[in-house]
């Protein structure tokens, strides 16, 4: 089946301490994203990579690392520095990289809590 | 800044009739929008999509119109049913310099009533 998926599905982190969430897909999708989605509101891009070994910040990218070494994997790192970094994390990928949008899919989402 | 929005954050239906999320946009230069559906937990389902070159688009159930000339979007769900409770979010398309940039709105929470 092709698909996107991320893990794990709930990550806890002791307050100080670097995480890193995973996604993969085997879609053949140049775009990948990262998305953070706190209750009751909308989802804030994080990062974005349109081609691997490239990668843009988004909206709120302070906190955050990625890398994209491979076409189907785009890890994000919530580091220390991340002041609130309790929330619902999604990943998402897309068919192109230039030229004509389409749909982004998403994967089921990491929940992150800091104790 | 731009922004996606929605003029109705809590929607109650009874099951059998039918539905209509709105959402209005502020980019006239968005190409490209779509609507998702999110249910508890999970990640966003796309629904439907439609270009700018359109105004109207159907799928099973689903109806998406297009008001450019108001920047208004709209989603229409037939005979509603309750495995249709769900959060639904509009997105707008802007190709930025060839990038592909995506703005949320904050969604509507769609509640079936049986």
């Known amino acids: 089946d092709g698909g996107i998926t991320q893990s794990p599905k709930y990550l806890f982190r002791k307050e100080g301490q670097n995480v890193t969430l995973s996604c993969e897909q085997n879609?053949?999708?140049?775009?990948m994203y990262w998305y953070r989605q706190d209750p009751g509101q909308g989802l804030r891009l994080i990062y974005y990579?349109?081609?691997?070994?490239?990668?843009q910040k988004g909206d709120i990218a302070e906190g955050y690392s990625v890398s994209r070494e491979k076409k189907e994997s785009f890890p994000l790192t919530v580091t220390s520095a991340q002041k609130n970094p309790t929330a619902f994390y999604l990943c998402?990928?897309?068919?192109?990289?230039?030229?004509?949008?389409?749909?982004?899919?998403f994967g089921p989402g990491t929940r992150l809590t800091v104790l | 800044g731009e922004s996606v929005g929605l003029h109705l954050p809590t929607l109650s239906v009874q099951e059998g009739d039918n539905s209509i999320i709105n959402c209005a946009y502020s980019?006239?230069?968005?190409?490209?929008f779509i609507w998702y559906k999110q249910e508890s937990g999970k990640g966003p389902q796309f629904i439907i999509d439609?270009?700018?070159?359109?105004d109207k688009r159907q799928g099973q159930r689903v109806t998406v119109l297009l008001n450019k000339t108001v920047k208004h979007l709209s989603l229409q769900i037939a005979a509603t049913q309750p495995g249709d409770s769900a959060v639904y979010f509009c997105?707008?398309?802007?190709?930025?310099?060839?990038?592909?940039?995506?703005?949320f709105g904050t969604g509507t929470k769609l509640q079936v009533i049986p």
């Open positions: 998402a990928s897309s068919i192109d990289r230039y030229g004509r949008a389409n749909e982004q899919f």
């Open positions: 879609l053949n999708h140049d775009a």
């Open positions: 990579s349109q081609i691997v070994n490239d990668f």
């Open positions: 980019n006239s230069a968005s190409d490209y």
């Open positions: 439609i270009r700018s070159n359109m």
């Open positions: 997105a707008e398309n802007l190709n930025s310099g060839g990038y592909q940039k995506v703005t």
